[in-house]
């Protein structure tokens, strides 16, 4: 029932920038972590940013310093600002939200992971 669509996707110069967006469908409850993750065509899906609930916010090296991950409850929405891109950076983003819900008085609980269509990004002169 829940849907993720990101955006915000395309072609850029290197040096360039783009903010990405997921918006999520619905309000999701219980969010444990948000995250972006990426492919290069060839290549492995690789984790981009995670934000926990609560907690801070990790970044692979290779874009440390460059792509800033937030979000905005009331909005249903989380972010990818990336700046001065590279060529390396070409790939199609997901956006994925995990929810980890109670479902007994013990405590157990049961993961949920949502993920987008993602959208692409071309960096290229």
């Known amino acids: 029932q829940v849907q993720l669509v990101e955006s915000g996707g395309g072609l850029v110069q290197p040096g360039g920038s783009l903010r990405l967006s997921c918006e999520a469908s619905g309000r999701i409850f219980d969010i444990h972590s948000m995250a972006w993750h990426r492919q290069a065509p060839g290549k492995e899906r690789e984790l981009v940013a995670s934000?926990?609930?609560?907690?801070?916010?990790t970044y692979a090296d290779s874009v440390k310093g460059r792509f800033t991950m937030s979000r905005d409850n009331a909005k249903n929405t989380v972010y990818l600002q990336m700046n001065s891109l590279k060529p390396e950076d070409t790939a199609v983003y997901y956006c994925?939200?995990?929810?980890?819900?109670?479902?007994?008085?013990?405590?157990?609980?049961?993961?949920?992971?949502?993920w987008g269509k993602g959208t692409l990004v071309t960096v290229s002169a």
């Open positions: 934000m926990i609930t609560g907690g801070s916010t």
């Open positions: 994925n939200i995990e929810v980890r819900r109670v479902i007994n008085v013990e405590g157990a609980t049961r993961r949920i992971d949502y």
